[in-house]
């Protein structure tokens, strides 16, 4: 898939690269950071335009971010009310995830495009506890924004060695979203016994 990836923004540019992050922001297995590191070697290299590569990668995931939210508010709450109740998804616990959300999940709109998989479910999850319309874009848009100049920056500084680094970047995600989630758990357990 991945090769695939690179041969169709070769060979179709930013048509690719903006259609690419739409359905990769949805959910579909595209490779997004590889798909924005080869753009920014790509710049590096003169192939593509600077102002025109990041409008054109950041349209594409504010598209798709933008989708995913309105498929979470049009859909997903209708699902979660007809059959919530056998995942034990009481309306209680939707309010909480809605007053979570309203507190300090707007945060992760804005770095969950870093932690693979998380992208492509805060927005769903924004959508569907009702966050409201300019909150959302706020918050998701200023991810986006720090989301394509962060990888196309690292393509474009990195140059020839884009590709040698670019393997390694997955790990070191997957373990900082690891060394978060533990320190996100240490602080809600804290806090809960602190409250006691």
């Known amino acids: 898939m991945e090769q695939q990836v690179l041969a169709w923004i070769t060979q179709y540019g930013y048509l690719a690269i903006f259609f690419l992050l ?14 924005l590191t080869f753009t ?3 710049i590096y290299r003169g192939n593509l335009s600077l102002p025109l590569a990041f409008a054109t990668a950041l349209a594409g995931s504010a598209s798709g971010i933008t989708i ?26 939707l309010n909480r995830a809605h007053a979570w959300f309203e507190r300090i999940g707007h945060w992760a709109l804005t770095f969950g495009y870093f932690i693979p ?12 506890t009702e966050v409201a319309p300019h909150q959302f874009a706020l918050f998701a848009y200023s991810g986006s924004v720090l989301w394509v100049s962060s990888f196309l920056a690292l393509g474009y500084f990195l140059g ?11 790990r070191y995600l997957v373990g900082i979203s690891i060394a ?17």
């Open 160 to 170: 020839e060695r884009w590709q040698a680094v670019e393997e390694n970047v997955d």
């Open 68 to 93: 995913s939210y309105a498929l979470g508010r049009s859909f997903g709450l209708a699902v979660l009310h007809r059959y919530g109740k056998y995942l034990h998804l009481t309306q209680d616990r």
């Open 117 to 128: 998989g998380v992208r492509h479910l805060t927005a769903y999850a924004a959508g569907m």
């Open 22 to 35: 739409v359905f990769g922001i949805i959910g579909l297995p595209i490779p997004d950071e590889t798909l």
């Open 40 to 42: 920014g070697y790509l």
């Open 180 to 196: 978060l989630a533990v320190a996100i758990m240490a602080y809600l357990l804290w806090r809960k016994w602190r409250k006691r």
